[in-house]
């Protein structure tokens, strides 16, 4: 496995860790659009020490899909293109195809037939293949040996299982899930830990997440009232559990094969009932498209349901326009659209839209919480006045 010594000495934020994913994701689905994506565009002008963990991880995908191509990567190439990364590593920088050997670098697991070398063994689970997924945990689809079904199982990803911070936040998902029944939430099967790494198993969403589902285009009006209102009834239930999710966006959207969606991904959420201490004063957290202009500040002390029902407004955006409210080349770019920039109104973007919808829409990205709807069950209430031609209670200016 080819990984920078210093790698296994770093431990990052939360807030880099996301940002290192969502630069990964953004890669490999440029990969997989049929593109031929660079490593040094990705890593832009990425800080230490999010930088060298960041082209750690690009290079392996590169060499990984480059393979997959029929490529033989070669080191000497690599070692060239980014000579810092490789000063504190003796690698012999011959003609040998050292990166060609499979064992260089793990392969991508794309479907059932791919075999799980390199995947962790759970007792009582047969892994089948890896699913998309950032943030702190690993999710595979799996087959719960003893009930003959299939599941999703996500494990503490290796190397931070031994930081305190990541490990009691995964183990305080496993918790929030559990706490939750609502029929448009992922739900929660089981939680364990193996060889020290923690793991909980989940329902499969065999429909794949909302955001796959955006590639394309964006969606007729009514079915994206539809698809969202049941979306913000079971966020009302999560805040009435006094909990807030802080992640909310398209990816973190599960559809079941006939469509229905569930909310997932619960890695961020805050409980409203307790002292948490896992979210420092400063600290951001989230998808920066996507998180309230409190929650770019890092003020994690005032993010609460209002953050979630920006969160709602913001897949709602998406699904009338085919875009996020706020998209920059660079993450922090991103963040400073989303605290000091006024959103561009759907409309501009899709002529045709309905005023009601986008008045709903806009109400929930208001900069300030308390201009947004009171509580996700005012959005729901006028998302359904809305689906019947009543008047909604959102101000068409």
Same mark, same amino acid.
């Given at each position: 496995m080819l990984t920078h010594p210093q790698i296994v000495k770093m431990s990052l934020t939360p807030a880099q860790a996301r940002q290192v994913d969502e630069v990964c994701d953004a890669f490999e689905k440029a990969w997989q659009s049929g593109l031929r994506p660079r490593i040094e565009e990705h890593l832009g002008q990425t800080p230490e020490p999010a930088r060298i963990v960041l082209l750690d991880e690009l290079l392996k995908l590169d060499m990984a899909y480059r393979r997959r191509s029929g490529e033989r990567p070669r080191l000497r190439e690599y070692s060239e293109r980014f000579p810092n990364y490789f000063e504190d590593m003796e690698l012999d920088t011959g003609d040998e195809p050292a990166l060609a050997d499979e064992s260089t670098t793990p392969p991508l697991p794309q479907s059932d037939a791919e075999t799980a070398a390199h995947q962790p063994a759970i007792p009582g689970y047969e892994i089948l293949s890896r699913l998309p997924a950032g943030g702190m945990g690993v999710v595979y689809k799996a087959r719960d040996v003893a009930l003959d079904r299939v599941v999703a199982v996500k494990i503490l990803r290796p190397g931070i299982g031994a930081d305190l911070q990541w490990l009691a936040r995964f183990r305080a998902e496993a918790r929030a899930v559990a706490a939750l029944d609502h029929p448009n939430i992922v739900g929660l099967y089981q939680y364990g830990e193996y060889r020290h790494r923690p793991y909980f198993v989940m329902e499969f969403m065999e429909g794949g997440s909302l955001a796959q589902k955006l590639?394309?285009?964006?969606? +007729?009006? *009514? !079915? @994206?009232?539809?698809?969202?209102? +049941?979306? *913000? !009834? @079971?966020?009302?239930?999560?805040?009435?559990?006094?909990?807030?999710?802080?992640?909310l966006k398209p990816a973190n959207i599960l559809l079941t094969v006939n469509g229905t969606p569930k909310i997932a991904d619960f890695g961020l959420a805050k409980r409203l009932d307790t002292d948490s201490r896992l979210t420092a004063s400063q600290t951001?957290?989230?998808?920066?498209?996507?998180?309230?202009?409190?929650?770019?500040?890092?003020?994690?002390?005032?993010?609460?349901?209002?953050?979630?029902?920006?969160?709602?407004?913001?897949?709602?955006?998406?699904?009338?326009?085919?875009?996020?409210?706020?998209?920059?080349?660079?993450?922090?770019?991103?963040?400073?659209?989303v605290r000091f920039q006024e959103v561009i109104s759907p409309s501009r973007l899709r002529p045709d839209l309905p005023l009601d919808l986008e008045a709903i829409c806009l109400k929930c990205l208001k900069k300030k919480s308390a201009e947004r709807y009171p509580s996700a069950q005012g959005l729901a209430e006028d998302l359904q006045r809305f689906l019947v031609g009543e008047q909604i209670s959102a101000s068409a200016t």
């Open positions: 590639r394309d285009s964006p969606l +007729p009006v *009514v !079915q @994206a009232v539809q698809l969202m209102e +049941p979306l *913000v !009834q @079971a966020m009302d239930y999560v805040h009435r559990k006094k909990i807030v999710h802080r992640d951001i957290l989230g998808t920066a498209g996507y998180m309230a202009p409190e929650q770019a500040a890092g003020k994690a002390r005032e993010v609460g349901p209002s953050a979630d029902t920006y969160g709602l407004g913001a897949i709602l955006y998406e699904m009338l326009t085919g875009r996020p409210p706020f998209r920059a080349e660079t993450w922090l770019e991103t963040l400073d659209q």
